[in-house]
């Protein structure tokens, strides 16, 4: 049986010009803006070594769905089918718990670790969603630092895109921190 190639085409969002590379109906990898397109098709192509294509109808659906969650719709993305080959179980079910929150809404490192069966795996949570494949569609933006506060986002752009994209959602977060967060309280300026 010949498989069918890896296809990927940018498109246009309210953060950037998001990639996605599929095959057949299938999400194989998803990218959040780079600061140039070139340098988000350059990302995309080296990790998927994907084809420029035009998008088959599930796949045009799944870019619809992204763009207008980006927009601030509450679009639901579940019906997205993507190629979890070769990512590990422990991974695997870090996704399908984050898979799970709700836009608009975020849990902590620590409560996908709990939903995993022990707090202690939360380090582990960060390590597998900064290895996400599927940022927006797998919607690792949703997962905090403990109190809320943002943390670990590997995308380009860090925490300021975590930040704007749960922004856009609408999404209570945690004041940014300060200056002066990392002082002792002592030494801290009083308001």
Known sequence: MLLETVQFTLFPT???DCGI???????????????????TEARLLKRTGAKKGKPIAAIELAIQSISALLEGEKADLSFITCDLHGIDPF??????VTRTIPVGETLTY????????????AQRVGQALGR????????????VGANGKLV?????????????????????????????DDLPLATKPQD
Not at 21 to 37: H, I, S
Not at 110 to 121: F, I
Request: glycine fraction near 10%; charge should be neutral.
């Open 91 to 96: 991974s695997m079910k870090v996704y399908s």
């Open 152 to 180: 670990g986002f590997s995308a380009p752009g860090g925490t300021e895109t975590k930040l704007k994209m749960l922004s856009i959602e609408g999404a209570q977060i945690a004041d940014p921190p300060s200056l002066f």
């Open 21 to 39: 590379a599929w095959r057949g109906d299938t999400v194989v990898a998803t990218f959040l803006p780079e600061k140039t397109p070139a340098a």
């Open 132 to 143: 996400n494949p599927f940022p927006i569609i797998i919607p690792c933006h949703r997962v």
């Open 14 to 16: 309210a953060v950037g």
């Open 110 to 121: 620590g409560d996908v670790a709990l939903q995993l069966g022990d707090k202690l795996y």
